[in-house]
């Protein structure tokens, strides 16, 4: 594989990175272009990057938090972000389809799981499908059960990772 890059995303990253968001998730999981510029502004820290070959063909993105609230669909639009806060919330794991199941989420995950712990954060949270338990459980997160929030109409579990 070629060589792969991590870096925070800056603004000019904003149209490729929706573009890999609607192409990755349904219309109505997948965040707007606006929702993806904000938390770039906000939080680019918590946004990063994968590249190959000078081209994103990833992301994760994130926010800040002292209180975990995961059913909470304002943190999605950064109400309630703060930079400071030890917790990690998750928001997006994202591989543009052209590089999904090579194992890119794997890496994209170990290596955000690092960066998180440089920032000095104690905690990981994300909310995801059924499907994708397996993986997340695979880095260390422990399953917390279902969530209250049925963003998108769906079924979520909590999940968490102590750091």
């Not at 943190?75 to 930079?83: A, N, P, V, Y």
Request: charge should be negative; hydrophobic fraction near 40%; include cysteine.
């Amino acid at each position: 594989m070629s060589k792969l890059h991590f870096r925070q995303a800056t603004e000019q990253d904003t149209d490729r990175c929706f573009a890999i968001e609607t192409s990755a998730y349904s219309a109505s999981q997948a965040a707007s272009k606006e929702k993806i510029l904000k938390r770039i502004k906000t939080y680019s820290q918590g946004f990063i990057v994968l590249e190959k070959e000078n081209q994103i063909i990833g992301f994760i993105n994130a926010g800040a938090c002292f209180a975990v609230q995961l059913a909470d669909d304002d943190f999605k639009q950064m109400i309630g972000h703060d930079s400071l806060g030890d917790k990690t919330v998750i928001m997006s794991v994202v591989v543009h389809p052209d590089y999904q199941r090579q194992g890119i989420a794997n890496i994209m995950l170990k290596n955000f799981i690092e960066h998180t712990k440089n920032l000095k954060k104690t905690e990981i949270h994300l909310m995801c499908e059924t499907a994708l338990i397996d993986l997340y459980a695979r880095h260390g997160f422990i399953e917390l059960g279902i969530s209250d929030s049925n963003y998108a109409g769906l079924n979520w579990h909590e999940m968490s990772l102590t750091l």
